[in-house]
């Protein structure tokens, strides 16, 4: 096990030097982002008709960005929340990153809403003029608390590292830097009550978050569970999707530990034990995820009601191709890669992650559009450009816009904080010297 | 609509204003010509008086220089279109029988709410509900939900349920997050995806009873005509149909009127064997329905003397 003076050597080269690569990716990414704030404009200033969006399908790629990064968050929720509270070992060189998911999703994920509402400037008559019989009331309850909540259970983590990284002599950073080291540890000095505390603080706020996490997905679901839309006036929408966003939470920690592992060197932090574990957690969840969509849809192809009737006709015809990836695909091939130990390389789980992740963003297309596009009463229109979605480039931007932020987040916290828990570690290491 | 009349004149929101200049009833046909006259203004009254009614029934003389307009004040408007009609209950019943897709409905409705050209509150489908069933018309105006949807899951109380059953909306309010057009089971709702750009004619203070003018980026319905039945009219739809097909009236009264005939609207139910649309989604509509028998047009007339692009969106009606 590294001693803290190996894993500071080991982790913070990151926060001392950026390379070139570092600010050529950030670029990118930054002007993927301006490409967004283009189209933003472009929609504030034209309307909602630049967007694929029309009367029968009203919500489009925006809601299901949403809901997608909504459950990415699932990951902090899951990996740090429960895992901590099991005094799960191995959890410890991923902790962070899980955390991180979490924070910058929920930060991410409400934006899709503002770019989805007509009147972006009457956002604060959500607070104004509150109606809690919406269940669009109790999101915006549900997600600033999980957005506070997960906030402070990632800082409550960072406490301790921040205040080993103030007094690391060695540091090589600007003043700055250390000045805000100095600020953000609150002048912790690790004495045994502080300690104590911190550790009891971290433990509620780990049974917290998975609660809150669990409420915000159900809220989430029955926004459209509560609607008597074929397709979404579901009982079992609230568990499915929580389920779903763990599968998703779990599979982009999978992609984002292969990325850090490969960029900053951590391979003798994060090892293969690592991988395994995490995908072995998302082959399980795989298959409760898969039978939750089962059984979902045999209940509405088995039955003789109507609209569920077209609605699967639907699915199973113009959206077959989607269907087939999003749900058998998306499920069963990353429990393959995974379930067989020959197939278990880091690469091979990594790509069973990204299936799993892309699919997932698939199967929540899967559930918003077509519904929408199955009406009760049949689309007669005269506008036949309307009746069909598509979304369009400014759709398109919007929501790269919405990844390239998610990774500028990341590389600018990884320049601040190490990516890989060193009070953590540290512990570790004591417990293991103790047995 | 000579129930409505009856009633007596249901000019409350009027009233309240006059209330506060303390003008009596009467002034509301003179305001137009003392306009320009102010209160409290130097200049020499013109002798000259007119008698009044106070809004507590009494004859008053005023000062003709002392009348001025009573101003229409959007608060005012919008808190008492949120109120409704004291003592009514509207319903409206639809006679499948008559309709061939005339579409004046649609026409007036448009014309009358300002609607930007592809919006259409009244909506006209041909629906057939099995290919062993037959082929009808169907006019389908906002159901005006005595449990309605949208208005459980608007997060800010843009849309509203009012005591005479009108469901509205306040533009003002409406955030445009377009949950109720997901909630509402009947397609009812429009979206102002682009700026509407309607003139309004100069003067015209917002109300939700008019919804004039539509708001880009907030939703949109039919209103049952709120503004025309505070003036105790009938809505657009029902008195610009040539056929008759729209029956409008109040279920308390128990009397519907399609302008040329006024029945009995039990009396109607029971003999017509009346029915409401989906009446499984229980949202209990204040529109109801009677079923195409013993039609005055063969379905197929509805699609005569129409444009191509009319006919074009029915071309893959059939049964579902």
Not at chain 1, 244 to 253: E, K, Q, R, Y
Request: include cysteine; charged fraction near 20%; aromatic fraction near 12%.
């Amino acid at each position: 096990m590294p001693t803290e003076k190996q894993l500071l050597q080991d982790l913070t080269p990151e926060i001392e030097k950026t390379g070139i690569r570092w600010y050529i990716t950030f670029s990118v990414f930054f002007l993927v982002f301006c490409v967004g704030i283009y189209a933003l404009i472009q929609q504030i200033d034209k309307g909602h008709i630049v967007t694929g969006m029309r009367d029968n399908v009203v919500w489009g790629l925006y809601i299901v960005n949403f809901i997608f990064f909504m459950g990415l968050s699932y990951a902090g929720a899951l990996i740090s929340g429960v895992l901590h509270l099991f005094h799960t070992g191995w959890r410890k060189p991923v902790i962070r990153l899980a955390e991180l998911i979490t924070v910058i999703s929920l930060v991410i994920g409400p934006f899709f809403i503002f770019f989805c509402i007509g009147r972006l400037d009457r956002l604060p008559f959500l607070v104004m003029y509150p109606r809690i019989q919406s269940p669009i009331t109790w999101d915006v309850i549900a997600i600033s608390t999980d957005l506070v909540g997960c906030f402070m259970f990632l800082y409550l983590s960072l406490i301790e590292d921040f205040a080993i990284l103030r007094d690391y002599n060695d540091l090589d950073v600007s003043p700055w830097k250390k000045k805000v080291y100095k600020v953000l540890s609150l002048g912790y000095t690790g004495t045994e009550k502080e300690k104590k505390i911190l550790k009891n603080a971290r433990n509620v706020m780990a049974a917290m978050i998975i609660a809150i996490a669990i409420i915000v997905y159900s809220v989430l679901a029955w926004i459209f569970g509560v609607t008597l839309q074929p397709g979404w006036h579901s009982t079992i929408f609230g568990p499915y999707f929580v389920i779903a966003a763990v599968f998703s939470g779990t599979g982009l920690l999978i992609i984002l530990m292969w990325i850090y592992r490969k960029i900053y060197h951590l391979e003798e932090y994060i090892t293969k034990r690592h991988f395994v574990n995490v995908g072995v957690l998302l082959t399980v969840i795989a298959a409760f995820y898969g039978y939750f969509t089962f059984s979902d849809y045999l209940t509405k192809w088995y039955g003789s009601i109507k609209m569920d009737s077209m609605l699967i006709d639907k699915l199973f015809h113009d959206y077959y191709a989607l269907f087939i990836f999003a749900n058998y695909v998306g499920i069963l091939l990353p429990c393959i890669i995974i379930a067989f130990p020959k197939f278990r390389t880091i690469r091979n789980i990594t790509i069973a992650a990204v299936i799993a992740v892309t699919a997932l963003w698939v199967n929540r297309y899967i559930i918003v559009i077509p519904t929408l596009e199955t009406p009760f009463l049949p689309i007669q229109d005269t506008r036949p450009d309307w009746i069909q979605y598509s979304p369009t480039w400014i759709e398109w931007s919007l929501t790269l816009a919405g990844i390239s932020v998610y990774g500028m987040l990341f590389m600018l916290v990884s320049k601040i904080a190490p990516i890989i828990s060193i009070s953590e570690m540290k512990e570790e290491d004591k417990t293991e010297i103790m047995k | 609509m000579k129930e409505i009349e009856e009633n007596g004149g249901e000019n409350s929101s009027r009233r309240n204003f006059l209330k506060k200049v303390g003008i009596g009833v009467g002034a509301v046909s003179l305001a137009g010509i003392a306009g320009t006259s102010v209160i409290g203004s130097n200049k020499s009254k013109s002798g000259e008086k007119i008698k009044l009614l106070s809004p507590d029934g009494k004859l008053v003389e005023v000062d003709k220089d002392d009348i001025k307009p009573a101003k229409e004040i959007v608060a005012e408007l919008k808190s008492e279109a949120r109120k409704g009609l004291q003592g009514r209950k509207f319903v409206m019943v639809i006679d499948l029988a008559k309709c061939k897709n005339a579409r004046k409905c649609v026409e007036a409705c448009q014309e009358g709410h300002m609607l930007p050209k592809d919006h259409e509150w009244m909506k006209l489908y041909l629906l057939q509900d099995d290919h062993t069933t037959a082929r009808y018309w169907f006019p389908r105006p906002c159901f005006h939900c005595d449990k309605p949807m949208c208005v459980s899951v608007c997060p800010v109380g843009a849309t509203y349920k009012r005591d005479d059953g009108i469901v509205l909306i306040d533009n003002q309010r409406c955030i445009g997050c377009k949950f109720c057009m997901t909630g509402c089971p009947y397609s009812v709702r429009v979206f102002n995806w682009k700026d509407p750009e309607v003139k309004v004619p100069p003067g015209q203070a917002y109300n939700p009873e008019t919804n004039i003018p539509p708001l880009e980026g907030t939703v949109g319905k039919c209103i049952f005509c709120a503004d025309k039945l505070r003036n105790n009219e009938l809505p657009r739809c029902v008195s610009a149909c040539p056929m008759g097909v729209l029956y409008f009236g109040d279920l308390l009264e128990d009397t519907v009127t399609n302008g040329n005939e006024t029945v009995r609207f039990s009396k109607l139910m029971t003999d017509r064997a009346g029915y409401r649309f989906r009446e499984d989604l229980g949202t209990l509509p204040s529109v109801y329905y009677l079923p195409p028998t013993g039609r005055s047009f063969p379905v197929e007339s509805g699609l005569e003397d129409t444009d191509e692009s009319v006919k074009g969106r029915y071309k893959n009606a059939g049964p579902r």
